[in-house]
Protein backbone atom coordinates (compact mmCIF):
# COMPACT_ATOMS: atom_id res chain seq x y z
CA UNK A 1 0.00 0.00 0.00
CA UNK A 2 0.85 3.47 -0.46
CA UNK A 3 2.54 5.66 2.51
CA UNK A 4 4.22 8.71 3.03
CA UNK A 5 6.54 9.44 5.91
CA UNK A 6 7.89 12.64 6.74
CA UNK A 7 10.13 11.99 9.83
CA UNK A 8 10.83 15.49 10.99
CA UNK A 9 7.40 16.29 13.54
CA UNK A 10 9.07 20.25 14.54
CA UNK A 11 11.88 21.97 12.74
CA UNK A 12 12.77 25.41 14.24
CA UNK A 13 15.09 27.38 11.72
CA UNK A 14 16.29 31.43 12.12
CA UNK A 15 14.64 33.76 9.53
CA UNK A 16 17.16 33.59 6.32
CA UNK A 17 18.33 30.42 7.05
CA UNK A 18 17.99 27.58 4.19
CA UNK A 19 14.73 24.78 4.82
CA UNK A 20 14.77 21.49 3.76
CA UNK A 21 11.99 19.13 4.98
CA UNK A 22 12.27 15.26 4.14
CA UNK A 23 9.49 13.05 2.65
CA UNK A 24 9.98 9.73 1.81
CA UNK A 25 7.32 7.47 -0.06
CA UNK A 26 6.16 4.03 -0.41
CA UNK A 27 4.78 3.44 -4.16
CA UNK A 28 5.44 1.03 -6.38
CA UNK A 29 4.79 3.18 -10.17
CA UNK A 30 5.85 6.31 -10.66
CA UNK A 31 4.03 8.16 -8.20
CA UNK A 32 2.00 11.78 -8.07
CA UNK A 33 3.50 13.89 -5.46
CA UNK A 34 2.05 16.96 -3.56
CA UNK A 35 3.75 19.24 -0.88
CA UNK A 36 0.73 21.21 0.68
CA UNK A 37 1.02 23.89 3.12
CA UNK A 38 -1.38 24.66 6.02
CA UNK A 39 -1.25 28.00 8.21
CA UNK A 40 -3.00 27.65 11.38
CA UNK A 41 -6.52 27.85 11.26
CA UNK A 42 -6.51 27.51 7.28
CA UNK A 43 -6.86 25.22 4.78
CA UNK A 44 -4.24 23.64 2.86
CA UNK A 45 -2.57 25.01 -0.04
CA UNK A 46 -0.53 23.63 -2.78
CA UNK A 47 3.28 24.45 -2.98
CA UNK A 48 4.06 22.83 -5.69
CA UNK A 49 3.58 18.77 -7.27
CA UNK A 50 5.57 15.94 -9.29
CA UNK A 51 4.18 13.98 -11.76
CA UNK A 52 7.37 12.93 -14.52
CA UNK A 53 10.02 15.10 -16.53
CA UNK A 54 12.57 17.53 -14.70
CA UNK A 55 13.04 15.79 -11.28
CA UNK A 56 13.64 19.76 -9.51
CA UNK A 57 10.42 20.98 -9.08
CA UNK A 58 9.41 24.72 -8.85
CA UNK A 59 6.34 26.09 -6.26
CA UNK A 60 4.87 28.73 -5.39
CA UNK A 61 6.64 31.37 -2.33
CA UNK A 62 10.09 30.30 -3.43
CA UNK A 63 9.77 26.58 -2.61
CA UNK A 64 11.48 23.80 -4.60
CA UNK A 65 11.64 19.86 -4.23
CA UNK A 66 13.85 16.94 -5.80
CA UNK A 67 12.40 13.82 -6.96
CA UNK A 68 15.30 10.93 -5.88
CA UNK A 69 13.69 7.99 -7.03
CA UNK A 70 16.47 5.38 -5.70
CA UNK A 71 15.71 7.31 -2.50
CA UNK A 72 11.89 7.12 -2.50
CA UNK A 73 11.85 11.11 -1.53
CA UNK A 74 10.51 14.26 -2.75
CA UNK A 75 12.20 16.78 -0.15
CA UNK A 76 11.02 20.45 -0.29
CA UNK A 77 13.67 23.01 0.25
CA UNK A 78 13.69 26.79 0.22
CA UNK A 79 17.00 28.76 0.29
CA UNK A 80 16.56 31.20 2.78
CA UNK A 81 13.03 31.41 5.47
CA UNK A 82 10.89 33.96 5.88
CA UNK A 83 9.11 34.30 9.20
CA UNK A 84 5.77 34.02 7.41
CA UNK A 85 6.50 30.51 5.97
CA UNK A 86 5.97 29.36 9.67
CA UNK A 87 3.20 26.47 9.04
CA UNK A 88 2.58 23.05 8.97
CA UNK A 89 3.85 21.38 5.69
CA UNK A 90 2.23 18.04 4.20
CA UNK A 91 3.99 15.98 1.77
CA UNK A 92 1.46 13.54 -0.33
CA UNK A 93 1.34 11.25 -2.62
CA UNK A 94 -1.65 9.93 -5.13
CA UNK A 95 -3.64 6.65 -4.00
CA UNK A 96 -4.20 3.64 -6.20
CA UNK A 97 -7.14 3.35 -7.83
CA UNK A 98 -9.25 5.30 -9.68
CA UNK A 99 -10.42 7.72 -6.78
CA UNK A 100 -7.39 9.65 -6.67
CA UNK A 101 -7.33 10.69 -3.55
CA UNK A 102 -4.57 11.61 -2.00
CA UNK A 103 -2.31 9.61 1.23
CA UNK A 104 -0.72 12.03 3.42
CA UNK A 105 2.47 12.01 5.86
CA UNK A 106 1.95 13.18 9.31
CA UNK A 107 3.40 16.96 8.70
CA UNK A 108 6.09 18.56 9.48
CA UNK A 109 5.87 21.53 11.67
CA UNK A 110 7.92 24.86 10.86
CA UNK A 111 8.51 27.32 12.94
CA UNK A 112 10.80 30.27 12.37
CA UNK A 113 12.98 31.92 14.88
CA UNK A 114 13.63 35.91 13.99
CA UNK B 1 -14.71 32.61 -7.51
CA UNK B 2 -14.85 31.27 -3.73
CA UNK B 3 -13.52 27.76 -4.14
CA UNK B 4 -14.49 25.37 -1.81
CA UNK B 5 -16.58 26.82 0.82
CA UNK B 6 -17.29 24.75 3.87
CA UNK B 7 -19.94 25.45 6.96
CA UNK B 8 -19.84 25.56 9.75
CA UNK B 9 -16.53 26.52 10.87
CA UNK B 10 -16.85 25.48 14.35
CA UNK B 11 -19.33 22.97 15.93
CA UNK B 12 -19.57 21.59 19.77
CA UNK B 13 -21.67 18.49 19.64
CA UNK B 14 -23.17 16.29 22.54
CA UNK B 15 -22.37 12.15 22.34
CA UNK B 16 -25.47 10.59 20.14
CA UNK B 17 -26.46 13.75 18.52
CA UNK B 18 -26.33 14.22 14.53
CA UNK B 19 -25.30 16.86 12.20
CA UNK B 20 -24.45 17.62 8.20
CA UNK B 21 -21.30 19.53 7.38
CA UNK B 22 -21.96 21.10 4.31
CA UNK B 23 -19.59 21.55 1.41
CA UNK B 24 -19.92 23.54 -2.06
CA UNK B 25 -17.79 24.15 -4.87
CA UNK B 26 -17.81 26.44 -7.30
CA UNK B 27 -15.21 25.09 -10.45
CA UNK B 28 -17.43 22.62 -12.12
CA UNK B 29 -15.07 19.48 -10.55
CA UNK B 30 -16.40 16.00 -10.63
CA UNK B 31 -14.21 14.45 -7.56
CA UNK B 32 -14.74 15.37 -4.32
CA UNK B 33 -13.76 13.90 -0.98
CA UNK B 34 -14.23 14.63 2.47
CA UNK B 35 -10.87 14.15 4.61
CA UNK B 36 -10.18 14.07 8.61
CA UNK B 37 -7.48 15.75 10.14
CA UNK B 38 -6.02 14.58 13.95
CA UNK B 39 -3.30 16.02 15.35
CA UNK B 40 0.02 14.61 14.08
CA UNK B 41 -2.02 12.03 11.99
CA UNK B 42 -2.27 14.38 8.44
CA UNK B 43 -5.55 13.97 6.97
CA UNK B 44 -7.31 10.88 6.42
CA UNK B 45 -9.98 10.40 3.48
CA UNK B 46 -13.21 9.49 4.80
CA UNK B 47 -15.43 9.53 1.49
CA UNK B 48 -15.03 10.52 -2.03
CA UNK B 49 -17.39 10.72 -4.81
CA UNK B 50 -16.61 10.58 -8.85
CA UNK B 51 -19.62 12.51 -9.73
CA UNK B 52 -22.94 13.31 -8.84
CA UNK B 53 -24.63 10.22 -7.71
CA UNK B 54 -21.19 8.24 -7.08
CA UNK B 55 -19.99 7.84 -3.41
CA UNK B 56 -17.21 5.24 -2.10
CA UNK B 57 -16.02 4.76 1.40
CA UNK B 58 -12.39 5.75 1.60
CA UNK B 59 -10.14 4.69 4.47
CA UNK B 60 -12.37 5.86 7.77
CA UNK B 61 -16.12 5.55 7.09
CA UNK B 62 -17.34 3.91 10.15
CA UNK B 63 -20.14 6.54 11.05
CA UNK B 64 -20.59 8.68 8.54
CA UNK B 65 -22.40 9.12 5.30
CA UNK B 66 -22.41 10.96 2.14
CA UNK B 67 -24.85 12.03 -0.59
CA UNK B 68 -24.12 13.98 -3.45
CA UNK B 69 -27.13 15.09 -5.42
CA UNK B 70 -25.48 18.05 -7.68
CA UNK B 71 -21.89 18.30 -9.09
CA UNK B 72 -21.68 21.64 -6.32
CA UNK B 73 -22.22 19.72 -3.10
CA UNK B 74 -20.97 17.32 -1.18
CA UNK B 75 -22.51 17.05 2.18
CA UNK B 76 -20.92 14.69 4.95
CA UNK B 77 -23.53 13.48 7.59
CA UNK B 78 -22.50 12.27 11.12
CA UNK B 79 -25.18 10.16 12.73
CA UNK B 80 -24.84 9.49 16.28
CA UNK B 81 -21.84 11.82 17.47
CA UNK B 82 -19.24 9.96 19.25
CA UNK B 83 -15.74 11.67 20.91
CA UNK B 84 -14.32 9.90 18.38
CA UNK B 85 -14.91 11.75 15.68
CA UNK B 86 -13.53 15.32 17.50
CA UNK B 87 -11.57 16.31 14.18
CA UNK B 88 -10.86 18.98 11.67
CA UNK B 89 -12.98 17.77 8.45
CA UNK B 90 -12.03 19.19 5.48
CA UNK B 91 -13.61 18.98 1.82
CA UNK B 92 -11.39 18.40 -0.87
CA UNK B 93 -12.81 18.81 -4.92
CA UNK B 94 -10.41 18.03 -7.97
CA UNK B 95 -10.91 18.67 -12.17
CA UNK B 96 -11.32 15.26 -13.65
CA UNK B 97 -8.20 14.22 -16.37
CA UNK B 98 -6.37 12.74 -13.99
CA UNK B 99 -5.31 12.31 -10.54
CA UNK B 100 -2.17 14.74 -10.81
CA UNK B 101 -4.85 17.82 -10.71
CA UNK B 102 -4.60 19.67 -8.07
CA UNK B 103 -7.11 19.41 -4.72
CA UNK B 104 -8.28 22.58 -3.41
CA UNK B 105 -9.21 22.54 -0.05
CA UNK B 106 -12.16 24.10 1.79
CA UNK B 107 -11.23 26.12 4.99
CA UNK B 108 -12.00 23.12 7.03
CA UNK B 109 -15.04 22.24 9.91
CA UNK B 110 -13.66 21.98 13.99
CA UNK B 111 -15.90 19.62 15.11
CA UNK B 112 -16.19 18.89 19.11
CA UNK B 113 -18.23 15.87 20.42
CA UNK B 114 -17.97 15.92 24.23
Known amino acids: AQSVTQPDIHITVSEGASLELRCNYS??????LFWYVQSPGQGLQLLLK??????LVQGIKGFEAEFKRSQSSFNLRKPSVHWSDAAEYFCAVVGGGSQGNLIFGKGTKLSVKP | NAGVTQTPKFRILKIGQSMTLQCTQD?????MYWYRQDPGMGLKLIYY???????DKGEVPNGYNVSRSTTEDFPLRLELAAPSQTSVYFC?????????????FGPGTRLTVL
Open chain 2, 49 to 55: SVGAGIT
Open chain 2, 27 to 31: MNHNY
Open chain 1, 50 to 55: YFSGDT
Open chain 2, 92 to 104: ASRASGGAVNEQF
Open chain 1, 27 to 32: YGATPY
